[in-house]
């Protein structure tokens, strides 16, 4: 995003023209911020060998896939959707690890049928695995009581969470995979969501490599993901060098002492993409405070978007800055509330933002929407989803329609 003569623009125009063009709400992605967080997760690790997955789950447009399987990306997928999404973006399945949790029967067939590399999440789904004619490799997610996550409901590696095989069971683990004749390749690990600061990352990596001395056969340490992008106007950058030096010096030690080489996997989601995308939404409606006792209301602005694009502001009151697309560099004069279209009390997508006067028609435009935006959008309220542009170097190509009514008919039944 740029912003000169007062006005936002994104992928080298103007966010007034893209609405324009191809309506509101509207999801805009800049392709080119993908490849910069890609290039920054790479190129800021110094430890090799080190493979980036793209956890595709943040956002499974298939523009977006593509792009980063051309700057190298593999992808981690959860489940078969996720998987046949990859394939139609040009995805092997030498490309794809599948890290699943309650994975049915059915699933582990697919997952065998395909010939994809399995995380496993349970000693219960290593045995039906081998069980079903799984051979050979397997790694094994673990869950190291490492609390870290912006909120309960995205902290997934402590004793409290679904997650993973707990750390005291890993001999047990071990043992079965043995029993049927598997070798245990990768020890994988997933904290949570939107953290930003490395020393989780560090306790859990050194965890799992106290671990790894008990498997010979291992090849890979996996961090999964869960590096955060700053939201709110306190957060800070998380610091990729930093925490680069700092991985690369445990692990070159761990691989010197042992005399064994580990790779490194990291599968990330929101860092790469949620810079990436913008959420224009039109003012369509204002309500003035109002005088009520001793307080005064809210102001209420009304707009044609909702938390149907941004489920995150209802379940975790997310913070997403709020820019007017026309007057961005105007100071604030009022409070207000930007508000969704829905008939839901809870549909309030930014509380109390210090904005210039609005009026019907202004264009708002809501940053930080690449990552579990889309990906959860929904159709309550019959509203259609919107389309998805993504923009770089002055041109916009659609990426994703626009639905209309008659979308809201898919699979009903008529008659």
């Not at 869960?226 to 060098?241: K, N, R």
């Not at 829905?342 to 940053?367: C, F, N, S, W, Y």
């Amino acid at each position: 995003m740029e912003i000169a003569d007062n006005q936002v623009y994104l992928g080298g125009i103007s966010a007034e023209r893209l609405a324009d063009e191809f309506g509101a709400p509207l999801f805009v992605i800049e392709e080119d911020v993908i490849r910069r967080q890609y290039r920054t997760i790479f190129e800021g690790i110094p430890y090799r060998p080190l493979t980036v997955f793209y956890a595709c789950k943040a956002n499974w447009n298939i523009q977006i896939m593509r792009v980063l399987s051309r700057e190298g990306a593999l992808l981690d997928a959860c489940s078969p959707g996720d998987v046949h999404l990859a394939f139609a973006a040009g995805y092997r399945p030498e490309q794809i690890m599948y890290t699943g949790y309650a994975v049915s029967d059915e699933e582990l067939d697919f997952v065998l049928e395909h010939g994809l590399a399995l995380n496993v999440d349970s000693l219960s789904q290593l045995i039906r695995y081998a069980r079903r004619g799984g051979k050979g490799r397997v790694g094994v997610r673990v869950n190291t009581g490492v609390q870290a996550g912006f909120h309960l409901h995205v902290t997934s590696a402590t004793p409290a969470s679904k997650f993973g095989v707990h750390i005291n069971q890993l001999d047990a683990v071990r043992n079965s995979a043995s029993d049927y004749g598997l070798k245990i390749v990768g020890l994988h690990t997933h904290l949570g969501s939107d953290i930003l600061q490395s020393e989780p990352f560090l306790r859990a990596l050194d965890i799992l490599l106290i671990a790894a001395e008990r498997f010979e056969d291992l090849e890979y340490i996996d961090l999964g993901g869960g590096l955060g992008v700053p939201f709110a106007p306190e957060d800070q950058p998380f610091d990729v060098a930093a925490y680069g030096q700092l991985l690369n010096k445990r692990l070159v030690e761990w691989c010197t002492q042992h005399g064994r080489q580990l790779s490194l996997y990291l599968e990330l989601g929101e860092y790469l993409v949620a810079e990436s995308t913008y959420l224009l939404m039109r003012v369509t409606d204002i309500k003035p405070a109002v005088t009520v006792g001793n307080a005064n209301t809210p102001i209420f602005v009304g707009t044609d978007a909702s938390f149907n694009h941004v489920f995150a502001t209802a379940i975790y009151n997310a913070y997403h800055t709020m820019l007017v697309a026309n007057r961005a560099t105007e100071p604030g004069g009022l409070h207000v509330n930007i508000c969704g279209n829905l008939m839901q009390a809870g549909d309030i997508l930014a509380k109390e933002r210090l904005l210039p006067a609005l009026h019907d028609g202004d264009l708002l435009v809501m940053t930080n929407c690449g990552a579990y935006a889309m990906c959860r959008a929904s159709r309550f309220n019959a509203r259609p989803l919107p389309a998805e542009v993504m923009v770089k170097d002055g041109h916009a190509r659609l990426v994703r329609k626009r639905e209309t009514w008659k979308d809201l008919l898919t699979n009903q039944i008529l008659d």
